[in-house]
């Protein structure tokens, strides 16, 4: 318990202190206007007060990912409470404040068009591709797993009992699939604007309910060891299927995507620190929570109540086994509500960034609907699949952790070259330097090193990290070779 509460002041003087350092860094101009005040259109660039935007900053980065992959990361052990704490501070946080500051500078501008702006025309058409199918695979993560959650008790009432469970979640599977079809398609203040705040006070009154402190469980410490307690470690080494479990509770490219949904409707750039440094801190509290709380499962106070639960099946296993059915039923409630709100806006996220590359006016409806559908489209196939297949979900979670890593990496590499241009002859971009070659590395080496997704079936592991340690040495070299040029492309 020691550690846990450690994390938790570690985190919050992170942010108190690094990010003040950040905000200065980067220039931070309260006199400066914003695209919401310079050409707000009513749809997309819409002024909203600062706590608003904070709770829909909040919600749509956390989804399910600091719940679902702080679970999953939980089961390598208390490397996972390291992971999230400094990884959060130093790399997530980080990445998510500068990469919305850039959007908030350039017009609400989309990611792969920063991508572009700093690493060149060619990663930026690489960048639309893959950026809309992470956004893809979010929207189908996050509808398979509150259909899950809501298929069965506290929720199904008395009249559905004998219902079949398949039927059930179907039927919440075209619910919520519709619902995303409708929230990309409205303004956003109309509904993400006006009911997400709600959600975003659930899910962090969710947190508070989860925090088992009061229940005085014993929770592993960090100075117990840092061994792999993964039930197949052997094929599943710390580095680097951790850092892979653990995206969106310590770093999430993701969130990059949605910082410009935000951008688009802040009125000030002193909002950016605790909209976007700050919603980051706080998912990394909710991340540490609910790894803590696996933690006790899988190796901590009382294991045998673990029966081979994954994902959300997991979840209820921690919510049910401490608190009463309301409190249960509240909890879980938070958990579906994280998912939901971060699925639709990942896909309204889609649907602005092929608008923008295909330059389709997004004000009138039938045009938003034509380039929704197509989306809607793929990730309605990628969601049966995901059903039908038992192996389905966990085959897509762990290709979407993958490309969310990715797209992280990538744009701390993008973010390292603003602030080289920003301050020529200074070192300040070794502040995402160091986190871009480590999740360089972290990214290279699961294709190297994966059983299964990867070439580690076939590779000697040594042999993957040497391979792994080459490529991002080669990214390293490239930077400082262009940097010295002067255009650090």
């Known amino acids: 318990m020691v550690t846990f509460i450690l994390s938790i002041v570690l985190l919050i003087v992170g942010y108190w202190l690094y990010s003040r350092l950040i905000e200065r860094v980067i220039g931070v101009d309260a006199q400066r206007k914003t695209p919401a005040v310079v050409h707000p ?3 997309d660039y819409v002024p909203m007060k600062p706590w608003r935007i904070f709770l829909i900053q909040f919600l749509n980065i956390a989804g399910v990912g600091p719940i679902i992959g702080a679970v999953m990361g939980a089961q390598f052990g208390t490397a996972s409470f390291l992971w999230i704490v400094f990884g959060c501070i130093l790399a997530g946080a980080v990445h998510d404040f500068i990469a919305g500051f850039i959007s908030l500078r350039e017009d609400g501008a989309s990611l792969p068009e920063i991508h572009g702006r700093y690493l060149g025309k060619g990663m930026k058409q690489f960048m639309r591709g893959f950026t809309v199918v992470l956004m893809v695979l979010v929207g189908v993560v996050f509808v398979n ?3 899950k959650l809501l298929t069965g008790d506290p929720f199904v009432p008395a009249f559905l009992q004998g219902v079949d469970s398949g039927v059930i979640l179907y039927g919440w599977v075209i619910i919520i699939f519709a619902y995303y079809l409708l929230a990309t398609l409205l303004p956003i203040d109309k509904v993400i604007g006006k009911i997400y705040p709600v959600f975003g006070i659930l899910l962090l009154a969710m947190a508070i309910v989860v925090a088992f402190v009061v229940h005085g469980v014993r929770i592993p410490e960090v100075w117990e060891g840092l061994s792999n307690h993964h039930p197949q470690a052997d094929t599943n080494p710390i580095f ?4 892979i479990s653990i995206a969106c509770g310590a770093i999430s490219g ?3 995507t949605q910082s410009p949904l935000m951008a688009r409707c802040m009125v000030s750039e002193r909002q ?3 909209i976007f440094y700050g919603a980051m801190i706080a998912e990394g509290v909710v991340a540490l929570i609910w790894a803590a709380a696996a933690a006790y499962f899988f190796y901590g106070g009382d294991a045998s109540l673990y029966h081979g639960e994954k994902d959300a099946g997991m979840v209820k296993l921690i919510a049910s086994t401490w608190f009463p059915p309301a409190i249960t039923f509240v909890t879980l409630l938070g958990v579906v509500s994280a998912a939901v709100t971060s699925g639709d806006t990942a896909l309204r996220s889609a649907r602005l960034i092929v608008a923008d590359f295909m330059h389709v006016d997004q004000k009138p409806v039938p045009k938003r609907l034509l380039v929704a559908l197509p989306i809607f489209g793929v990730t309605a196939a990628l969601l049966v699949f995901s059903i039908l297949d038992n192996d389905g979900f966990q085959v897509i979670w762990r290709y979407f952790s993958w490309a969310n890593q990715v797209l992280a990496m990538v ?3 993008a973010v390292t070259v603003f602030l080289a241009r920003l301050h020529p002859g200074k070192g300040w971009y070794w502040i995402t330097l ?3 070659l480590f999740m360089s590395m972290v990214t290279v080496s699961f294709l190297f090193v994966a059983h299964g997704e990867g070439l580690g079936s076939l590779l000697p592991r040594w042999l993957g990290y040497t391979l792994a340690a080459a490529v991002t040495l080669t990214f ?8 010295k040029k002067g255009s650090a492309q």
């Open 476 to 483: 390293a070299l490239l930077f400082f070779r262009n940097k």
């Open 145 to 147: 797993t509150p259909a």
């Open 41 to 43: 259109d009513g749809v």
């Open 411 to 413: 744009t701390l590499w």
């Open 272 to 274: 950016a620190r605790p």
């Open 254 to 256: 993701f969130h990059a």
């Open 240 to 243: 680097p299927m951790m850092f």
């Open 434 to 436: 160091v986190p871009a």
